[in-house]
C-alpha cells in the first residue's frame, strides 16, 4: 500500500494541493480488517451498500466547515447522512480540479436516457440525464483511471465521495450494481462532495 506520507507528497507536489485543503486526522489506510463503517449507509428504509476501498491509502479533504454542518458524513443512518461513491481520475490536473471545484459533466454519458426513481423522494425522473457517475465498488470506478506518474512511481486515483439520497438518480450497469449520477446541476456541493483522495499503485 502506499504510505501516508507518500501519499500526501504525491497530492500536495504532483497534484498542486495545498496542505490547508487536507486534513490528516482522517488519513487512513484501508487494509483489509478495516471494519469501523456500517455495511449500508444512508437514511433509514433507504441505505445502499458501502464497500469499503480495500487497498488504497486516503488522503483527506478538509471539509469541516465547507458545508455548514457534517451530518452527511454521519455513520449512524440517519436521515441527514448520504450515500459513499467513487469516481475515478485520469490526471494530476483532474485531481486539483475536482477537489477545488468539484465535479463537472464528463463526456460520455452513456446512460442518459436510462430510466431512474429515487425510491427516497418517490420521484421518477424519465430520463437519469447528465452528470458525473459514481461506482458502489472501488474496483469498478478504478477501471475508469489512467496511472500518473510522479517520482518514479506509478498511482491510480479515485475519489471517495458522499452523495445526497434525495437528488441522487440510479441505475443499473449489468453486473448488480447501481451506479450513481449527479452533479448535472450548477450548485453541485448540494449533489456530490468529495471528501477523501484515495491513492494505489
Given at each position: 500500500?502506499?504510505?501516508?506520507?507518500?501519499?500526501?507528497?504525491?497530492?500536495?507536489?504532483?497534484?498542486?494541493?495545498?496542505?490547508?485543503?487536507?486534513?490528516?486526522?482522517?488519513?487512513?489506510k484501508?487494509?483489509?480488517?478495516?471494519?469501523?463503517?456500517?455495511?449500508?449507509?444512508?437514511?433509514?428504509g433507504?441505505?445502499k451498500?458501502?464497500?469499503?476501498?480495500?487497498?488504497?491509502?486516503?488522503?483527506?479533504?478538509?471539509?469541516?466547515?465547507?458545508?455548514?454542518?457534517?451530518?452527511?458524513?454521519?455513520?449512524?443512518?440517519?436521515?441527514?447522512?448520504?450515500?459513499?461513491?467513487?469516481?475515478?481520475?485520469k490526471?494530476?490536473?483532474?485531481?486539483?480540479?475536482?477537489?477545488?471545484?468539484?465535479?463537472?459533466?464528463?463526456?460520455?454519458?452513456?446512460?442518459?436516457?436510462?430510466?431512474?426513481?429515487?425510491?427516497?423522494?418517490?420521484y421518477?425522473?424519465?430520463?437519469?440525464?447528465?452528470?458525473?457517475?459514481f461506482a458502489?465498488?472501488?474496483?469498478t470506478?478504478?477501471?475508469?483511471?489512467?496511472?500518473?506518474?510522479?517520482?518514479?512511481k506509478?498511482?491510480?486515483?479515485?475519489?471517495?465521495?458522499?452523495?445526497?439520497?434525495?437528488?441522487?438518480?440510479?441505475?443499473?450497469?449489468?453486473?448488480?450494481?447501481?451506479?450513481?449520477?449527479?452533479?448535472?446541476?450548477?450548485?453541485t456541493?448540494?449533489?456530490?462532495?468529495?471528501?477523501?483522495?484515495?491513492?494505489?499503485?
Open positions: 500500500m502506499v504510505p501516508i506520507d507518500e501519499g500526501r507528497n504525491f497530492v500536495i507536489n504532483c497534484c498542486g494541493i495545498p496542505s490547508y485543503n487536507l486534513d490528516s486526522s482522517y488519513d487512513f484501508y487494509e483489509s480488517s478495516y471494519s469501523s463503517f456500517k455495511p449500508f449507509l444512508g437514511p433509514p433507504y441505505q451498500k458501502f464497500v469499503p476501498p480495500y487497498g488504497y491509502t486516503a488522503i483527506a479533504l478538509n471539509v469541516k466547515n465547507l458545508y455548514g454542518d457534517t451530518d452527511w458524513l454521519g455513520n449512524g443512518n440517519t436521515n441527514r447522512e448520504w450515500y459513499i461513491g467513487y469516481h475515478g481520475v490526471s494530476s490536473y483532474a485531481i486539483k480540479n475536482i477537489s477545488e471545484q468539484g465535479f463537472i459533466k464528463g463526456p460520455g454519458q452513456s446512460c442518459r436516457d436510462d430510466s431512474n426513481t429515487n425510491y427516497l423522494t418517490q421518477s425522473y424519465p430520463l437519469c440525464g447528465e452528470g458525473s457517475y458502489q465498488d472501488i474496483n470506478a478504478s477501471s475508469y483511471c489512467r496511472y500518473i506518474s510522479y517520482n518514479g506509478n498511482y491510480k486515483v479515485v475519489f471517495m465521495c458522499r452523495i445526497n439520497p434525495y437528488l441522487v438518480r440510479i441505475t443499473g450497469n449489468g453486473y448488480g450494481q447501481d451506479i450513481m449520477i449527479a452533479g448535472g446541476g450548477t450548485n456541493k448540494n449533489e456530490v462532495r468529495p471528501y477523501k483522495i484515495l491513492i494505489a499503485y
